[in-house]
């Protein structure tokens, strides 16, 4: 399976700052690659799509890139609701798998 | 408005059968491209993908857990029912429904969640 290794595991940030998380498949998967913004007892929420499409509904301060094995989610200016846990998420051929999590804290 | 809820046990005992109800509302799963999937996340850590129904009956399971999994729909319920053979306390997590749009072309993300329900695994 492909593996997907997102860094960092945590960060300390500020409101206001910019954030980049990145996420690193174990084999090329295109752009084959979304991202969730999940908050403590809640569902993951989609934002990210495509590898750098924005889900309907999404505030635009969210942006993704990359292609192959290498991809980033970006904020752009943190707000507050912004802290959360944000996971990568990649399908190939039904061997769908996420990342392990990368907690957003407030500095 | 797309909602989506999972219903089933909380506590199930080791080797016993687990059987969890998706209910959904918004959406036909007979609707061409159309899915459901399930997936579980343990207390603390990251979440794993475990299978996926479309509208046509097509049926898509992950490779590490297959032989214990079995995924149906109803279409006139409006629900998707998902069973999981043989638990073992390392299955206790919150299993999520959720559906994943015929907008994805071939590809599967999940663009709305139900909120998930905890089951614990234990004798």
């Known amino acids: 399976a492909i593996q997907l290794t997102q860094s960092p595991s945590s960060l300390s940030a500020s409101v206001g700052d910019r954030v980049t998380i990145t996420c690193r498949a174990s084999?090329?998967?295109?752009?084959?690659l979304a991202w969730y913004q999940q908050k403590p007892g809640k569902a993951p929420k989609l934002l990210i799509y495509?590898?750098?499409s924005l889900e309907s509904g999404v505030p635009s301060r969210f942006s993704g890139s990359g292609s192959g094995t290498d991809f980033t989610l970006t904020i752009s200016s943190l707000q507050p609701e912004d802290f959360a846990t944000y996971y990568c998420?990649?399908?190939?051929?039904?061997?769908?798998?996420f990342g392990q999590g990368t907690r957003l804290e407030i500095k | 408005q797309i909602t989506l809820k999972e219903s089933g046990p909380t506590l199930v005992k080791p080797t016993q059968t687990l059987t969890l109800t998706c209910t959904f509302s918004?959406?036909?799963?007979?609707?061409?491209?159309?899915?459901v999937g399930w997936i579980r996340q343990p207390p603390g850590k990251a979440l794993e993908w475990l299978a996926l129904?479309?509208?046509?009956?097509?049926?898509r399971y992950s490779p590490s857990l297959k032989s214990r999994l079995t995924i149906t729909k109803d279409t006139s319920k409006n629900q998707v029912v998902l069973t999981m053979t043989n638990m073992d306390p390392v299955d206790t997590a919150t299993y999520y429904c959720?559906?994943?749009?015929?907008?994805?072309?071939?590809?599967?993300?999940?663009?709305?969640w139900g909120q998930g329900t905890l089951v614990t695994v234990s004798s």
């Open positions: 495509d590898a750098s």
């Open positions: 084999q090329g998967i295109s752009s084959a």
């Open positions: 959720a559906h994943r749009s015929r907008w994805f072309g071939e590809l599967v993300y999940f663009d709305y």
């Open positions: 129904i479309y509208w046509d009956d097509d049926k």
């Open positions: 918004g959406f036909s799963l007979s609707t061409s491209g159309v899915g």
């Open positions: 998420q990649q399908f190939n051929s039904y061997r769908i798998t």
